[in-house]
């Protein structure tokens, strides 16, 4: 039986572009190329700027539109591809840490980027990132209690080991 969805979400192809240097620069190229068409004596070559502001959040849009992350309330699960599919999970009792990082512009846009590290195989290259997720804050929260929940149902503590050679 598999377990219902308690949030489904991708990356933010909006959040993105409200939210970043990167986003607003490319909002900006495109108006940029539109205004020199129309009012400037270059004839069309300004549209290509445009053409490449489309290009690339086309770009950006295709790579969110490829992974979708589904909290449940025991797993993160994590769809990747359009074409070649695949699925991950990480058992939420194996979380260990999820951290938050934002700048002032993704404040503004209400989007964060979670990090999210485990002992799970998916995490032994490197903390899971989510990038540009809309309502990080209330997200990471939500999956922090599912977190601890899912500890308590398995009787699992989490341990630091500290050994004398890390204290040199």
């Excluded at 240097?21 to 004596?41: E, N, R, Y």
Aim: hydrophobic share 45%; charged share 25%; proline share 1%.
């Amino acid at each position: 039986m598999t377990e219902a969805p308690l949030d489904r979400f991708r990356s933010s192809t909006l959040g993105w572009l409200r939210g970043t240097m990167a986003g607003l620069g490319t909002i900006l190229l495109g108006l940029a190329g539109i205004v020199a068409a129309l009012f400037g004596d270059w004839g069309l070559y300004p549209l290509l700027a445009t053409a490449v502001a489309l290009a690339v959040v086309l770009v950006i849009w295709i790579r969110n539109l490829a992974a979708t992350f589904e909290v449940t309330e025991e797993r993160l699960i994590i769809h990747r591809g359009i074409i070649f599919k695949s699925v991950d999970e990480i058992e939420l009792y194996r979380v260990k840490d999820i951290r938050l990082d934002f700048t002032l512009l993704n404040q503004w846009a209400n989007i964060g980027t979670m990090a999210v590290s485990s002992s799970d195989e998916t995490t032994r290259n490197g903390d899971l990132i989510l990038a540009h997720v809309e309502r990080a804050r209330t997200r990471r929260e939500e999956l922090r209690r599912l977190v601890d929940t899912a500890r308590q149902r398995r009787s699992v503590r989490e341990i630091d080991m500290i050994h004398d050679h890390d204290r040199l």
